[in-house]
């Protein structure tokens, strides 16, 4: 990388990033019309999000790192948590629905 900020490897973060985000939406989305594969996708989607924060952590370091960045360092930042709280939240809505599912099971036995 040269002085001014030609590393073109923030953008390439940013498009994983984005990526893992769509990729987890779309298990979201799997996991609300097949809820009878809830484990499997829950831990896909907890997967995705584990590998989302490793690029977000990745990006943070890169941009810690480098002098003059191709965007202001606060964009970046900000970009990158953006799209770090999209997977975020859609691990948590994941859990919880497998956890209202997981509920929903023992209370029919108990119940039942």
């Known amino acids: 990388m040269g002085l ?17 985000a769509c990729k987890t ?8 019309a097949e ?6 996708l829950v831990g896909q989607i907890q997967l ?12 943070a370091n890169r941009i810690d790192a480098t002098f003059v ?3 202001d360092k606060e964009d970046l930042h900000a970009l990158s948590s ?3 709280d999209i997977t ?10 497998q956890l209202r599912t ?4 023992c209370c029919r036995r108990t119940v039942g």
């Not at 939406?25 to 996991?31: H, I, K, S, Y």
């Not at 809820?35 to 499997?40: L, P, S, T």
Request: hydrophobic letters at 45%.
């Open 82 to 84: 953006g799209l770090d």
């Open 48 to 59: 995705l999000e584990r590998k989302a924060d490793e690029v977000t952590h990745e990006l």
């Open 88 to 97: 975020d939240a859609i691990e948590a809505a994941a859990a919880a629905r």
């Open 35 to 40: 809820i009878h594969r809830a484990g499997e």
């Open 4 to 20: 001014f900020g030609k590393d073109f490897t923030f953008y390439d973060l940013l498009d994983r990033q984005a990526d893992l």
């Open 102 to 105: 997981y509920a929903k099971h």
């Open 25 to 32: 939406a779309q298990a979201f989305g799997q996991l609300a």
């Open 69 to 71: 960045t191709p965007l």
